[in-house]
């Protein structure tokens, strides 16, 4: 299990996938990951967790999650309601979404303590190393500015990847570690890969490719091909 590459989408709030189109996307995700040994997690939007989650065989993960009490708190993504409508995890911290250091330690532990995993993002190798001293199952590293852009952070940034890598082992980091940031086809993950993660966390190359199908089949099967034996 341990050697096993994942691959997490994250849908955003990208106009490609909101309400049904959620479903079709996940359904796309899921057709692939019956005939690719990688493990893909989806992320819809918020609203569509649920939905996604009953409809597929995929680990659905929340994009965020917030501090709020169960009972009387108005809107906030709470982690016992993300367990509730049947996710399996959150992302946290991701650049669009960053939670400020007094509350993310307490998030992590209120997600673990529902049994949620988590993906927790970073921009340097200094939050790294921070971040990684709170086990989650796994920790992404993806430079904001690259976010979105199309141009590969496994490209563009390769020492940034390593020394991350470096990094966590040596706060012995023991989970999977990713990352993201303008990955667009199946050579930016092999180089990803090493570069010594374990997966990507991908985003618009997917929710706005032509053909669904065809872009998860590509990236999966770059991280299938690049496992250990
Ligand atoms: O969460 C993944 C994300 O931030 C990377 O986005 O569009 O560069 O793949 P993108």
């Given at each position: 299990m341990r050697d096993r590459r994942t691959l997490i989408l994250n849908f955003k709030n990208y106009s490609e996938a909101l309400g049904a189109k959620s479903l079709e996307l996940s359904r796309a995700a899921e057709r692939v990951s019956s005939v690719v040994d990688v493990e893909i997690v989806v992320a819809p939007p918020t609203p569509m967790i649920g939905a996604v989650a009953s409809a597929v065989n995929n680990r659905v993960f929340s994009q965020k999650a917030d501090l709020g009490?169960?009972?009387?708190?108005?809107g906030a993504l709470i982690p016992e309601s993300i367990k509730a409508a049947g996710a399996a995890g959150s992302l946290l911290n991701h650049s669009e979404a960053r939670v400020p250091p007094p509350g993310l330690s307490t998030l992590v532990t209120r997600l673990k303590s529902v049994g949620l995993e988590v993906c927790l993002c970073a921009q340097t190798p200094r939050e790294v190393k921070k971040l990684a001293?709170?086990?989650?199952e796994y920790l992404a590293v993806e430079p904001p500015e690259l976010i979105g852009g199309g141009v590969a952070v496994s490209r563009a940034r390769p020492e940034l990847i390593e020394d991350c890598v470096r990094v966590a082992r040596s706060a012995a980091y023991r989970g999977r570690i990713l990352c993201g940031a303008g990955i667009v086809d199946g050579e930016d993950v092999r180089m990803a890969v090493k570069l010594g993660v374990d997966g990507v966390l991908v985003s618009s190359s997917v929710v706005k490719a032509m053909n669904w199908d065809g872009k998860i089949t590509e990236l999966a099967l770059a991280l299938q091909a690049s496992r250990n034996p």
């Open positions: 009490v169960v009972g009387q708190s108005t001293a709170l086990s989650t």
